[in-house]
């Protein structure tokens, strides 16, 4: 278990409103086996739409099928298919052998047709494990789809605070968006709102990899509700870089992480703003970590900046980790700006986004050669964007700037501390 807050620089400057940036690194424990590990209580929500004919349903059903192999008796499962329709296949139900049968005899009568009511078959099954929340366990929903939502409820924002409610509730949502169609803005607010993940399946021969893998990962589940508290004095402001749920409270700022499988690796990236100051006074914030079994006890680390003079602050050494960490955050933060400048026919903003963090990141690179290798890579990308890109070109950036931004792996599953392996599907 590990929890590490660094800052870039630790002096500020007295007449000039600084901001520095805070990298927090949450390493989790490993799994104790011999206590067993929470009931899990699982809903699959499968978009049955007609776009989904073919390979897409039937590999999304056989994931559904390895998924629910995995289940213990203790554990709960439900099934809901949608198009304009809404139907609830398995009715959330303990995983006993019998039920995993019944199950896998229902899902063989699932075919794909109609439209898409992706918010309609979601909440359905968020119901589902609503109905049957386990306090001692993990509660989510993973919903698959290859297409709009275009039928019910649409609007993105609403269904990202629904999300965001339902997390509140006790019940996670995971999304999983396949081919070129769906919209990855959208799926990416549900899952971020919801406390899971997002993920883009470029090819359905990778649907059962990823669900199955999702699935495990929460199986392996070791702290629950994981949350960064980042207290600071009156003046300072704190700014949430990473793509995660924020609560604000009187001078404290909490970042909802979620829940964390055993030996999972999270960089946070902050940024704060500091009021003018005198030379030689200090200010500070403390930033904890809590969650909600109590498995990081007493974590918590008090920074310190000082005010000082521009010479000194010229002169005063940086932390490289954290400047790799904040520069990783911004260009993909440049990537999805682009991508959606591109999707819009802004040509010319989509590669002003990443010209521009290229230049920012390039003042503080000096030779140090991560940060040359991401300035390099992103001036090399800009001219991708002067032009209209194909959609599997803008779905593999907008996805794999996510998975930076979110702490993942290149496909999009869990980090694990080096020398672990990651969990397996």
């Known amino acids: 278990m590990n929890f590490n807050v660094r800052t870039d620089r630790s002096l500020i400057r007295p007449a000039y409103k600084s901001n520095r940036f805070v990298l927090a690194e949450i390493v989790a424990p490993p799994a104790r086996r011999e206590h067993g590990r929470p009931p899990v209580n699982l809903a699959f929500v499968l978009d049955r739409s007609g776009s989904m004919n073919g390979d897409k349903i039937r590999l999304a059903k056989q994931a559904v099928e390895a998924s629910i192999a995995r289940l213990h008796d203790e554990d709960r499962f439900a099934i809901v298919v949608y198009d304009e329709q809404v139907d609830v296949v398995v009715g959330s139900t303990r995983a006993t052998a019998d039920a995993r049968r019944m199950a896998v005899d229902r899902l063989k009568e699932i075919d794909a047709r109609g439209s898409t009511n992706l918010g309609e078959g979601w909440l359905r099954g968020c119901e589902q494990v609503a109905a049957a929340l386990s306090a001692e366990g993990v509660n989510r929903c993973l919903l698959l789809t290859d297409g709009l939502a275009n039928v019910g409820i649409t609007d993105r924002d609403e269904l990202a605070r629904h999300a965001g409610e339902l997390r509140a509730r006790g019940v996670s949502t995971t999304t999983f968006?396949?081919?070129?169609?769906?919209?990855?803005?959208?799926?990416?607010?549900?899952?971020?709102?919801?406390?899971?993940?997002?993920?883009?399946?470029?090819?359905?021969?990778?649907?059962?990899?990823?669900?199955?893998?999702?699935?495990?990962?929460?199986?392996?589940?070791?702290?629950?509700?994981?949350?960064?508290?980042?207290?600071?004095?009156?003046?300072?402001?704190v700014e949430l870089l990473s793509p995660y749920p924020t609560r604000d409270g009187r001078g404290r700022t909490e970042i909802v992480v979620g829940d964390?499988?055993?030996?999972?690796?999270?960089?946070?990236?902050?940024?704060?703003?500091?009021?003018?100051?005198?030379?030689?006074?200090?200010?500070?914030?403390?930033?904890?970590?809590?969650?909600?079994?109590?498995?990081?006890?007493?974590?918590?680390?008090?920074?310190?900046?000082?005010?000082?003079?521009?010479?000194?602050?010229?002169?005063?050494?940086?932390?490289?980790?954290?400047?790799?960490?904040?520069?990783?955050?911004?260009?993909?933060?440049?990537?999805?700006?682009?991508?959606?400048?591109?999707?819009?026919?802004?040509?010319?903003?989509?590669?002003?986004?990443?010209?521009?963090?290229?230049?920012?990141?390039?003042?503080?690179?000096?030779?140090?050669?991560?940060?040359?290798?991401?300035?390099?890579?992103?001036?090399?990308?800009?001219?991708?964007?002067?032009?209209?890109?194909?959609?599997?070109?803008?779905?593999?950036?907008?996805?794999?700037?996510?998975?930076?931004?979110?702490?993942?792996?290149?496909?999009?599953?869990?980090?694990?501390?080096?020398?672990?392996?990651?969990?397996?599907?």
Do not use: C
Not at 354 to 378: F, M, N
């Open 177 to 237: 968006g396949v081919g070129d169609d769906f919209d990855e803005v959208l799926l990416q607010a549900m899952a971020s709102g919801g406390g899971g993940h997002f993920y883009y399946i470029a090819s359905a021969t990778s649907i059962e990899d990823l669900i199955t893998s999702e699935v495990g990962e929460t199986l392996d589940i070791v702290a629950r509700d994981v949350i960064v508290e980042v207290t600071a004095p009156d003046g300072v402001d």
């Open 260 to 425: 964390l499988t055993s030996d999972e690796r999270v960089s946070i990236v902050l940024r704060l703003n500091f009021p003018y100051g005198q030379v030689g006074h200090s200010t500070g914030a403390v930033v904890g970590l809590a969650d909600r079994d109590d498995v990081f006890a007493d974590g918590s680390v008090k920074l310190v900046w000082e005010y000082a003079t521009d010479q000194e602050n010229d002169s005063q050494d940086r932390d490289r980790e954290v400047d790799r960490a904040v520069a990783r955050t911004f260009a993909s933060r440049a990537r999805q700006e682009a991508v959606g400048r591109n999707r819009a026919g802004d040509y010319k903003a989509a590669q002003r986004a990443v010209e521009a963090t290229a230049r920012r990141i390039r003042k503080y690179a000096g030779r140090d050669p991560e940060l040359r290798a991401v300035v390099s890579e992103l001036e090399g990308e800009a001219h991708q964007f002067m032009a209209p890109m194909a959609l599997p070109a803008l779905k593999v950036a907008y996805a794999s700037a996510s998975y930076v931004m979110r702490s993942r792996m290149p496909d999009g599953k869990v980090v694990k501390e080096p020398g672990r392996p990651p969990t397996e599907p």
